[in-house]
């Protein structure tokens, strides 16, 4: 996510590079363009590579107006946002899959379970909900997924930018930062890959 300015100001589009040793890179590239003039703000909300394809997840907002209101996650109330899509079998040639979901905000783009579904975690920029994103099928990353709501924990935490693991067992971990700025993760759990989850 390149802002022209700061982080989520006006015109901040989503560029790559790319390297087949980790040390020597290619040039950038961006993946899409954001005009200043259109007050959009796109951010990378993360990659994933399956069936021969890269899709890039972009979430697209509105002016988070960076410029008065202070940093934090919590300028993202009263957004409207949407999750995007790019897919490329070369990475050259970007096709554009738009409004995958409404109102969720990713910070790591899905990867595979044990039984081969894909899973990601956002969380609902009304009532900060966290959110499970599901993607039955690899065939089908760029299409919208199935959405599954995280129960909420009477001792807060407010869940975002979430990010999970599976053990060998299958339960899935995932833990979430605290917007309320309480200095705790919080985690919770889901046995059946993803469908349901503790609170």
Same mark, same amino acid.
């Given at each position: 996510?390149?802002?022209?300015?700061?982080?989520?100001?006006?015109?901040?589009e989503?560029?790559m590079?790319?390297?087949t040793?980790?040390l020597?890179?290619s040039e950038?590239?961006v993946?899409?363009?954001?005009h200043?003039?259109s /007050?959009?703000v796109?951010?990378?909300?993360?990659?994933?590579?399956?069936?021969? /394809?890269?899709?890039?997840?972009?979430?697209?907002?509105?002016d988070?107006?960076?410029d008065v209101?202070p940093?934090?996650?919590?300028?993202?109330?009263q957004?409207k946002?949407?999750?995007d899509a790019? $897919?490329?079998?070369d990475?050259?040639?970007w096709?554009?899959?738009?409004?995958?979901n409404?109102?969720?905000?990713?910070?790591?783009?899905?990867?595979?379970?044990?039984?081969g /579904?894909y899973?990601?975690?956002?969380?609902d920029?009304?009532?900060?909900?966290?959110?499970?994103?599901?993607w039955d099928?690899a065939?089908?990353l760029?299409?919208?997924?199935?959405?599954?709501?995280?129960? $909420?924990?009477?001792?807060?935490?407010?869940?975002e930018?979430?990010?999970?693991?599976?053990?060998?067992d299958?339960r899935?971990y995932?833990f979430h930062r605290d917007? $309320?700025?309480?200095c705790?993760l919080?985690?919770?759990?889901?046995d059946?890959?993803g469908e349901?989850? $503790? /609170?």
């Open positions: 996510s390149t802002g022209l300015l700061h982080e989520d100001y006006v015109g901040q989503v560029h590079a790319w390297s040793d980790g020597h890179w950038p590239q993946i899409v363009h954001t200043p003039e /007050k959009i796109r951010n990378n909300a993360g990659l994933c590579a399956a069936g021969g /394809k890269l899709y890039n997840y972009v979430c697209v907002a509105n988070f107006r960076r209101v940093p934090g996650m919590m300028g993202l109330v957004q946002i949407r999750l790019y $897919s490329t079998a990475l050259l040639h096709e554009h899959h738009e409004n995958l409404d109102n969720i905000y990713l910070f790591e783009g899905p990867r595979p379970t044990l039984s /579904k899973i990601c975690c956002g969380f920029v009304i009532n900060h909900d966290a959110m499970m994103l599901i099928d065939s089908r760029a299409e919208p997924p199935r959405v599954v709501r995280v129960p $909420s924990s009477p001792e807060g935490p407010l869940p930018q979430g990010t999970w693991y599976q053990t060998g299958g899935i995932m917007t $309320s700025v309480s705790r919080g985690l919770n759990w889901s059946d890959d349901t989850w $503790s /609170k």
